[in-house]
């Protein structure tokens, strides 16, 4: 019995929409960004609020769109991925759409194989990113500003 079979492959924020055909949702999050993936079978189209993933206007931003596709190899060739993404920056968003690409194809494919892919590549591309923002405090303008201390 081989990894894939026998056990199944859990993957955070990710989940089965429909059965047959097989149509996985995966969500991804950075600080406000918020990606939603839907995986499903197809042709390796991968299209990011509506544009091809080749169109995105910022390069930074689509190379770290594209490494879960490129670190899974042939197996994102077998899917359409189509995702939302609303709120945060440029580069939060493209993080938030990484994780989103990268949980969907593992709960997709259920390949553990690929999920410890993406673990030894990053693991915040499965896990997520705990760090938040600190909250404001009262009578301060932001969370840890303080009063200029002058000595003379």
């Given at each position: 019995?081989?990894?894939?079979?026998?056990?199944?492959?859990?993957?955070?924020?990710?989940?089965?929409?429909?059965?047959?055909?097989?149509?996985?949702?995966?969500?991804?999050?950075?600080?406000?960004?918020?990606?939603?993936?839907?995986?499903?079978?197809?042709?390796?189209?991968?299209?990011?609020?509506?544009?091809?993933?080749?169109?995105?206007?910022?390069?930074?931003?689509?190379?770290?769109?594209?490494?879960?596709?490129?670190?899974?190899?042939?197996?994102?060739?077998?899917?359409?991925i189509e995702?939302d993404v609303?709120?945060g920056g440029?580069?939060?968003?493209?993080?938030?759409?990484?994780?989103?690409?990268?949980?969907?194809?593992?709960?997709?494919?259920?390949?553990?194989?690929?999920?410890?892919?993406?673990?030894?590549?990053?693991?915040?591309?499965?896990?997520?990113?705990?760090?938040?923002?600190?909250?404001?405090?009262?009578?301060?303008?932001?969370?840890?500003?303080?009063?200029?201390?002058?000595?003379?």
């Amino acid at each position: 019995m081989s990894s894939a079979e026998g056990q199944k492959v859990e993957a955070l924020g990710a989940y089965i929409a429909q059965e047959t055909p097989r149509v996985i949702i995966a969500v991804g999050k950075k600080k406000t960004a918020v990606a939603r993936a839907v995986v499903k079978p197809g042709i390796g189209r991968v299209r990011i609020n509506g544009y091809p993933l080749e169109l995105w206007p910022v390069e930074m931003a689509r190379l770290k769109m594209s490494e879960p596709l490129v670190l899974a190899g042939e197996l994102a060739k077998k899917v359409d991925i189509e995702v939302d993404v609303r709120g945060g920056g440029y580069m939060g968003q493209a993080i938030a759409v990484r994780m989103a690409i990268a949980r969907g194809l593992v709960k997709f494919f259920e390949n553990t194989q690929l999920k410890e892919i993406y673990l030894t590549y990053d693991p915040y591309m499965i896990k997520g990113d705990p760090r938040r923002t600190e909250p404001k405090k009262p009578g301060i303008k932001h969370a840890r500003s303080k009063r200029q201390k002058a000595y003379r």
